[in-house]
T-cell receptor, first 114, second 115 residues
Framework: NAGVTQTPKFQVLKTGQSMTLQCAQD?????MSWYRQDPGMGLRLIHY???????DQGEVPNGYNVSRSTTEDFPLRLLSAAPSQTSVYFC?????????????FGPGTRLTVL | AQSVTQLDSQVPVFEEAPVELRCNYS??????LFWYVQYPNQGLQLLLK??????LVKGINGFEAEFNKSQTSFHLRKPSVHISDTAEYFC?????????????FGGGTRLMVKP
């Protein structure tokens, strides 16, 4: 199993550009989520999905969209990038949405918005 | 709502010395507790978790943590650190009502092991 994969690893955008961060998992996990990591703030939840066709907002959803058309994929879209979105983005998955489950994290995407 | 405070942003320590990374949380409901480790330029990896039972939890790489309900703490310890333990460590909590899987993270503690 490849686990949780993310592409690209690095990305530089100009203010106002749009892009999609890709996330895929091959573990047949129901639950997937996106976090952003900023210095001194830990990880904050952006959006999550409890299964194909179901998504919901996390703590910091503004400026981001998600969709979940398949169990495997959970892309994160930046509609109009802003410098405040410069961050490291992590995708994570777990077997179900149950609270006991460990979350498995991808390697991250480092995004810079100029 | 819940919150997590990691009291030290950086902890320098010499190799083979003991270390404690502190974590306090607040929550209006019972929670599950987790410690994750992030090595440079990598994603997060689970070190250990407390769900129920014994309050002393053992994890990978010789780490352990103790859940103290009265002090709402979940401090991480290792009796003798190695250079390879240099990483950032995150404490996290999740409500145990099984209504969702939202993890709340602390700000992280950077452990720097010196030779």
């Amino acid at each position: 199993n490849a686990g949780v994969t993310q592409t690209p690893k690095f990305q530089v955008l100009k203010t106002g550009q749009s892009m999609t961060l890709q996330c895929a998992q091959d573990m047949n996990h129901e639950y997937m989520s996106w976090y952003r990591q900023d210095p001194g703030m830990g990880l904050r939840l952006i959006h999550y999905s409890v299964g194909a066709g179901i998504t919901d907002q996390g703590e910091v959803p503004n400026g981001y969209n998600v969709s979940r058309s398949t169990t495997e994929d959970f892309p994160l879209r930046l509609l109009s990038a802003a410098p405040s979105q410069t961050s490291v983005y992590f995708c994570a998955s777990s077997p179900t949405s149950g609270s006991r489950n460990e979350q498995f994290f991808g390697p991250g995407t480092r995004l810079t918005v100029l | 709502a819940q919150s997590v405070t990691q009291l030290d942003s950086q902890v320098p320590v010499f190799e083979e010395a003991p270390v404690e990374l502190r974590c306090n949380y607040s929550s209006s409901v019972s929670v599950y507790l987790f410690w994750y480790v992030q090595y440079p330029n990598q994603g997060l990896q689970l070190l250990l978790k407390y769900l129920s039972g014994s309050t002393l939890v053992k994890g990978i790489n010789g780490f352990e943590a103790e859940f103290n309900k009265s002090q709402t703490s979940f401090h991480l310890r290792k009796p003798s650190v190695h250079i390879s333990d240099t990483a950032e460590y995150f404490c996290a909590v999740r409500r145990n009502n099984n209504a969702g899987n939202m993890l709340t993270f602390g700000g992280g503690t950077r452990l720097m092991v010196k030779p």
